[in-house]
């Protein structure tokens, strides 16, 4: 089955700080790959599709990058309000899995 | 506005089956792929199944095959997942999503329906 592993499993950063979250596909799927964001007691709400494309209305401290199978999610800059749980997915054929999620917390 | 709302969910037994549905509206139903994601309390999200536009191809996780069945009635612009053969570990809270496009992320998804399966 196909496997996407985040890492870490949980973070604490400072407000500011720059931080990144990887995610690795078991095997190439090009950039089909999509990071959601879950913030505590809310719906998913996607941020990045196809590896890079930033959705409408995400804020630009958000970045993604990579393709094949090493993906990453990137914060420049840490706020409060960004405080949630982040997952990867795959959909570039079935299963579309979600990586095991990331939870970023503020020092 | 796109809207999604889900239906169906409850407490059942081990064995036990549900019929899901999400009735949508605010765009074109008939357009888009639609799926179902799962997320038992206090875990990550779980892809379940997805079903084309037109109905006519639909995918499956592993650990839902042969016990869950995706369709859609696009004269209705409605969503469903028939779930037989409930495990205690199909517990979740199942969430409907519209994809972008065929093959897609999903960008915009409901409130969500909970299932129960307990003895």
């Known amino acids: 089955d196909m496997q996407m592993t985040q890492s870490p499993s949980s973070l604490s950063a400072s407000v500011g700080d720059r931080i990144t979250i990887t995610c690795r596909a078991g095997r190439g799927i090009g950039n089909y790959l999509a990071w959601y964001q879950q913030k505590p007691g809310m719906l998913p709400k996607l941020l990045i599709h196809?590896?890079?494309t930033l959705q409408s209305g995400v804020p630009s401290r958000f970045s993604g990058s990579g393709s094949g199978t090493d993906f990453t999610l990137t914060i420049s800059s840490l706020q409060p309000e960004d405080v949630a749980t982040y997952y990867c997915q795959n959909y570039d054929n079935a299963p579309l899995t979600f990586g095991g999620g990331t939870k970023v917390e503020i020092k | 506005e796109v809207q999604l709302l889900e239906s169906g969910g409850g407490l059942v037994q081990p064995g036990g089956s549900l019929r899901l549905s999400c009735a949508a509206s605010g765009f074109i139903f008939s357009s888009y792929t639609m799926g179902w994601v799962r997320q038992a309390p206090g875990k990550g999200l779980e892809w379940v199944s997805d079903?084309?536009?037109?109905?006519?191809?639909?995918y499956y996780a592993d650990s839902v095959k042969g016990r869950f069945t995706i369709s859609r009635d696009n004269s209705k612009n409605t969503l469903y997942l028939q779930v037989n053969s409930l495990r205690v570990e199909d517990t979740a809270m199942y969430h409907c999503?519209?994809?972008?496009?065929?093959?897609?992320?999903?960008?915009?998804w409901g409130q969500g329906t909970l299932v129960t399966v307990s003895s």
């Open positions: 196809l590896a890079s």
């Open positions: 079903i084309s536009s037109s109905g006519t191809r639909t």
């Open positions: 999503a519209k994809a972008m496009s065929s093959g897609s992320s999903y960008d915009y």
